[in-house]
C-alpha cells in the first residue's frame, strides 16, 4: 500500500473551511450583526464616557447660545424696522412740506412780480404827473397859488387840541 503523506496542517484548515462556503458566509454575518448590534447598545446606553458627556453640554450651550442671538438679531431686526418706518413717515412729512414751500414759494414770485410791475407803472404814472405839474406849474408861475381851506383847518383843529389839553392839565 502506498501511503499518503500528510499535508500541511494549515493547508488543511483552510481548505476545510474553503469547502463550506455556507458555514463561511454565515459566521461573517453573525460577527457583522453582532458588531452593529454592540455598537447600536453602545449609543444608546446612559452612560456616556465623559468626553462626550462634555461634548454635548458644548453642544447643547452652543445651542442654546445661537438661539439666544438669534432670537435677539430678530429683536433688533424688528427694531430698526421700526425706526425705519418712522423714518419713511418723517421724510413723507418733510417732502410734504417742501412742496408746500415750493408752491408758496412760486405764488409769492408772481404776486411779488405783479407787485414789481405796479410799482413801475406807479412810478411812471407818478413821473408822468410830476412832468405835468411841472409843466402847468411854470403857466401858473404868474398867479399865486391857492391855498388849501382844508390844510388850515386841519392845522387850527391841531392847535385847539392842544390848548384844551394843556388847560386840562394845569
Known amino acids: 500500500m502506498i501511503e499518503i503523506p500528510p499535508r500541511n496542517a494549515e493547508t488543511s484548515t483552510i481548505a476545510h473551511i474553503g469547502s463550506q462556503p455556507i458555514a463561511l458566509a454565515a459566521g461573517a454575518l453573525i ?3 453582532l458588531g452593529i448590534a454592540a ?5 444608546a446606553s446612559p452612560v456616556k ?3 462626550q458627556q462634555d461634548r454635548l453640554v458644548a453642544f447643547r450651550q452652543q445651542q442654546a447660545k445661537t438661539a439666544e ?4 438679531l430678530v ?3 424688528n427694531g430698526l424696522e421700526l ?3 418712522e423714518w419713511i413717515d418723517q421724510l413723507q412729512v418733510l417732502q410734504d412740506q417742501v412742496q408746500r414751500l415750493r408752491q408758496l414759494l412760486a405764488a409769492q414770485q408772481g404776486q411779488t412780480k405783479r407787485l414789481s410791475e405796479e410799482v413801475s407803472d406807479l412810478a ?3 413821473e408822468g404827473m410830476r412832468q405835468s405839474q411841472a409843466s402847468a406849474g411854470r403857466a401858473d408861475a404868474s398867479a399865486p397859488p391857492p391855498r388849501n381851506k ?4 386841519r392845522s387850527q383843529a391841531a392847535k385847539t387840541a392842544h390848548r384844551k389839553r394843556a388847560k386840562s392839565r394845569g
Open 75 to 77: 429683536e433688533k431686526t
Open 150 to 153: 382844508a390844510l388850515r383847518t
Open 39 to 43: 455598537i447600536a447598545l453602545w449609543r
Open 124 to 126: 411812471s404814472a407818478l
Open 69 to 72: 442671538t438669534a432670537e435677539q
Open 49 to 51: 464616557a465623559p468626553e
Open 31 to 33: 460577527v457583522i450583526v
Open 83 to 85: 425706526t425705519q418706518q
